[in-house]
Every structure is written in C-alpha cells, then in structure tokens.
Nanobody, 124 residues
Framework: HVQLVESGGGSVQAGGSLTLSCVMS???????MGWFRQAPGKKREGVSC????????YYADSVKGRFTISHDNAKNTIYLQMDKLNAEDTAMYYC???????????????????WGQGTQVTVF
C-alpha cells in the first residue's frame, strides 16, 4: 500500500518562504518524484521534479532560482524549499511518484502513478 503525505503548507507574506515535505511509504523503488500545483480555475502544472537515484533536478521557468527540490533517502521524503514567494504561487501543492523508469519530461502529469492529498499554500 503506497502512500504520499504532504505537509508544510500555510499562509505567508509575499517575499517569504515555506518548505513543503512529502513522506512516501510503501515503495520498493522510485524513479521520479515531482511537485505539482493547481490554483483555482487553472490546470495543474509541474513545479519541480527529481530523479531519486541520480539527483537530476528540473524546474518550471516560473520558479527557477526561487524553489529548490531535494530528497532524504533515509526518511523517504522529498522537500520543496520555496523562497521569494509571490501571489502567483498561491495554489494547492501535490507531490507525486513514478516508481518505474520514464523517458521524457517529469514536469507533466502523465508519468506519475501516485499522488498525495495536497497542501495549500497561500501568499498574501
């Protein structure tokens, strides 16, 4: 039984920072882990993703230089450090996992098998 549990969301002033966490359980292997977000009335978009074994990281243009994705193998946890937040970052944030290899972008929905319940980030 796989499970993804996000935490760390909240309300923050523009210019502030938040760190999201996603604890993953039940996996024997992981290939890509990603963070996505969805604002009201908008499509879900890829924010950042990372290859578990190779530490390759990828970012949407809108967050490059402000967000940092990382993972802790021992804790089966991925993080999203978000700095210099602005109102456009307000959204529900989801983590996702693709356990098996994938050739192609990890910033799109298609490859991911499992999703967390989401954590809300509000920037005012």
């Amino acid at each position: 039984h796989v499970q993804l549990v996000e935490s760390g969301g909240g309300s923050v002033q523009a210019g502030g920072s938040l760190t999201l966490s996603c604890v993953m359980s039940g996996y024997s292997s992981m290939y890509f882990m990603g963070w996505f977000r969805q604002a009201p009335g908008k499509k879900r978009e890829g924010v950042s993703c990372i290859r578990w074994s190779a530490d390759n990281t990828y970012y949407a243009d809108s967050v490059k230089g402000r967000f940092t994705i990382s993972h802790d193998n021992a804790k089966n946890t991925i993080y999203l450090q978000m700095d210099k937040l602005n109102a456009e970052d307000t959204a529900m944030y989801y983590c996702a996992v693709r356990p098996s290899p994938w050739v192609g972008s990890c910033l799109v929905d298609q490859p991911y098998n499992d999703w967390g319940q989401g954590t809300q980030v509000t920037v005012f």
